[in-house]
């Protein structure tokens, strides 16, 4: 829980707060934008909320947090039901995001002829539950070595699939479907998955229906600057296969982008391929620290 005695000063006064055991992974402030912001290289409430939605994000932005370092000065429960959260029809931002993976976001997919997780929160019992009684998981595919965090717990709690790159299995030696190469690979009917090396050699995106694309620490959107970006110096293999990789994705249609770190965004097919066309042009997309 967060602890008052450790309230950032930083802080807008009044009843919600971020504490000093902050580790600046910026998912707080991906979930309410605006409401968290970052100030000397920590989150923190740039303002206390406002309406019934703003309360809301404010409990969101608890309850994605690693570190449970968001708290109020008030006594209270957060709402039922805020995770998972439906960003789009049957796809869902999980919460609970895991210390083990810098606070990573991973998303449910509810399918017809198995659900879905994409990267992995924490394993909690509230969140197994809810995973239940949206009937379970078949597969979980991770994007990159990074956000593993509880997967292995996860499939053997619903007895699903796990897919990693073999380029990264060394992070997931648990896993039971590996995937190889460059090239894409169908994992079942609309779903594709597309090996992008350069975050890590083995990072791969997920393509939902042509137009969910999980980009994992690949891809993600800036809301500072209301456009897409990648993050050059959190790149672990190679920013230049990165670019590369970033070239080759543009052959691909989607339309939102639903990222690891850094924010998730819905636009038309045609300016997301265009955004990405320019920011592989640009060739210096900003920093992991400017997006957070």
Not at 82 to 106: D, K
């Amino acid at each position: 829980m967060a602890k008052l005695a450790a309230r950032n000063p930083d802080s807008a006064p009044g009843d919600w707060y971020v504490d000093t055991a902050c580790i600046d992974c910026g998912a707080s402030r991906n979930v309410a934008p605006g409401l968290v912001v970052r100030r000397h290289e920590l989150s923190v409430f740039a303002r206390q909320p406002a309406t019934s939605e703003e309360e809301l994000a404010a409990w969101r932005a608890a309850l994605v947090c690693p570190t449970a370092s968001i708290g109020r000065t008030a006594h209270g429960r957060p709402p039922r039901g805020l995770y998972p959260h439906e960003l789009a029809p049957g796809v869902f931002r999980c919460g609970y995001n895991a210390r083990s993976s810098f606070g990573a976001h991973s998303y449910f997919v509810r399918r017809d002829g198995g659900n879905l997780l994409v990267d992995s929160p924490r394993f909690t019992r509230e969140l197994a539950a809810r995973f239940e009684e949206m009937g379970g998981l078949a597969d979980i595919l991770l994007t990159h070595r990074d956000d593993v965090a509880d997967a292995g717990r996860f499939a053997a709690h619903f007895g699903a699939r796990l897919w990693i790159h073999a380029a990264d299995r060394d992070a997931a030696p648990f896993a039971s479907q590996i995937l190889t190469g460059v090239e894409p690979t169908a994992i079942r009917d609309g779903f594709l998955a597309i090996p992008v090396p350069g975050h890590t050699r083995g990072s791969v995106v997920f393509l939902l229906d042509e137009q969910y694309l999980f980009s994992g620490d690949s891809l993600a959107w800036s809301f500072e600057r209301d456009d897409l970006q990648a993050f050059r110096e959190a790149c672990w293999y190679s920013w230049e296969e990165q670019t590369r990789s970033l070239a080759r994705l543009a052959g691909h249609r989607f339309e939102w982008v639903l990222a690891g770190h850094g924010g998730s965004m819905h636009r038309s097919a045609e300016e997301m391929r265009a955004r990405l066309i320019d920011l592989v042009n640009r060739g210096s997309p900003c920093s992991r620290s400017c997006s957070q």
